[in-house]
């Protein structure tokens, strides 16, 4: 029997990260997800990337490290959530946790042995995060072959962005064929400890959209 490929998949907690899960896992691979404590704002997203972990029968590490030690966000810090829609780049933009999470999860994967790292991130719905587009990973990924044993020797690292061009609808379409349960993720920035969403900030606005738009009944559970 031929050992299935590891993949390292960054999990949120999220509906874009289940849906990457479930993506990989109906590839083959042998998934290894990696969920960040980096201290946002509630751990129910944690919670949810356990459930999703374990739904989608995946290896699951959670690594802490302290981003509210910087600061600097309105998910690691004592700045308020916007509940409405704001131009340029909003604060609840974490400063570099792209760069930051890819790494660790470029670690992990030279550990396991591993060219396949997978992230959930959107350049459609993307909120107008940076570390979201497309010559952002680019540029990662050719620094990840640069800056590795694996990739000096001769090995092969890509970063995988299945969802990068597709709508919320499109993603939820896709994860829905999948059979992703979308009622154990998480996506609101200012979840209750019961991971109930507030229903008002931009998580939680396009993913009412996504719904809306793909004609699915939305499972999240609000305020």
Known sequence: MTESKKAVVLVSGGLDSATVLAMVKSRGFDCYAL???YGQRHRSELDAAARVAEANRAHLKVLSLDLRAIGGSALTDDIDVPEEETPGIPVTYVPARNTILLSLALA?????GSDDIFI????????GYPDCR????KAYQQMARLATQSGVEGGNVTIHTPLIDMTKAEIIKQGNKLGVDYSLTVSCYQADSEGHACGVCDSCRIRKEGFRAAATPDPTCYV
Do not use: F, K, R, T
């Not at 992990?108 to 396991?112: D, I, Q, T």
């Open 35 to 37: 969920a960040i404590d």
């Open 108 to 112: 992990w994967a030279e550990v396991l």
């Open 120 to 127: 959930g991130v959107n350049a459609v719905d993307y909120s």
């Open 134 to 137: 497309p010559e952002y990973i």
